[in-house]
């Protein structure tokens, strides 16, 4: 069976319906309008502070973007260690929720045997097993919060990509067989770019949830550095706008994983198939 032949098999691109009536919203309105709503919520938080009824742990954002820009260098640090346990947990997560997704999706016995403890790590709360894995392995290692991220990242690729296995419809199935496609072109032309943008929106949601398993892990022992462990420190000692400093670089984080993960969903899902 020839390539060009088994791609006249997928069906065309799905479109976008628009009700009448309906207009479309100006590209530009998507950037402009979360810049104007932080505009404001920065604006509110300045003058909540300046009105002295705020917590005292809460510094105007002012007195965190000056500490952000003068420890830079020591924040930036911290980022990167956590950023790395987050990219870690990552990319162990998605590789083992992939493999464990295809073998539930080519044997039924097989994923009789996975829903129980897929089930079971996604009720794990995070912040029980954590301590656990961070004496288990050392409080000198990272692997206890490397772990943890790992955990965090499983499910929701597993769940997403398992899904996305089962979407090919059997006539499809039916006619690739007919046409004497092999296994692999079955699976290169049919269930693949069936199957690829589940696992691009599994990535994004996994991404996030890695990096929030990353900081919550750095609060329950091991090494002393990341961003979690920085944030905890400085809120106990009192320097609310160091800590506040720490958790801005939290939060970039968050959003470069973020942006990351959904351009390549946009990318990927540009030519999906129904």
């Known amino acids: 069976m020839t390539d060009s032949a088994a791609d006249t098999i997928l069906p065309a691109p799905s479109r976008r319906v628009r009700t009448p009536g309906q207009r479309p919203l100006p590209g530009w309105l998507r950037f402009v309008a979360p810049v104007v709503v932080g505009i404001l919520i920065l604006a509110a938080w300045t003058l909540w502070v300046a009105s002295g009824t705020a917590p005292r742990m809460l510094p105007s954002p002012v007195a965190i973007a000056a500490e952000f820009v003068l420890r830079w260098p020591i924040i930036a640090q911290d980022m990167a260690i956590t950023a790395t346990n987050a990219l870690v947990g990552l990319v162990?997560?998605?590789?083992?929720?992939?493999?464990?997704?295809?073998?539930?999706?080519?044997?039924?016995?097989?994923?009789?045997?996975?829903?129980?403890?897929?089930?079971?790590?996604?009720?794990?709360?995070?912040?029980?097993?954590?301590?656990?894995?961070?004496?288990?392995?050392?409080?000198?290692?990272?692997?206890?919060?490397?772990a943890v991220a790992t955990i965090a990242a499983f499910i929701p690729v597993f769940v997403n990509v398992l899904r996305g296995l089962r979407q090919t419809r059997p006539v499809h199935r039916d006619l690739m067989r007919a046409s004497g496609a092999s296994s692999a072109q079955t699976f290169r032309v049919l269930t693949l770019p069936t199957a690829l943008p589940y696992l691009m929106t599994g990535l994004r949601i996994a991404s996030s949830l890695a990096v929030i398993a990353a900081l919550v892990a750095e609060y329950f022992g091991g090494p002393a550095d990341g961003i979690g462990t920085a944030i905890a420190t400085y809120a106990k000692s009192g320097r609310a706008a160091l800590a506040w400093a720490y958790v801005l670089g939290g939060i970039l984080i968050g959003l470069v994983f973020f942006l990351v993960t959904s351009l390549l969903e946009r990318l990927a899902t540009r030519r999906s198939p129904v």
């Open 92 to 146: 162990a997560g998605s590789i083992l929720a992939i493999l464990f997704a295809a073998l539930a999706a080519a044997a039924r016995p097989i994923d009789g045997m996975l829903a129980p403890l897929v089930s079971a790590l996604a009720v794990i709360p995070i912040v029980a097993v954590t301590p656990i894995l961070n004496t288990m392995f050392g409080a000198s290692s990272q692997f206890g919060r490397q």
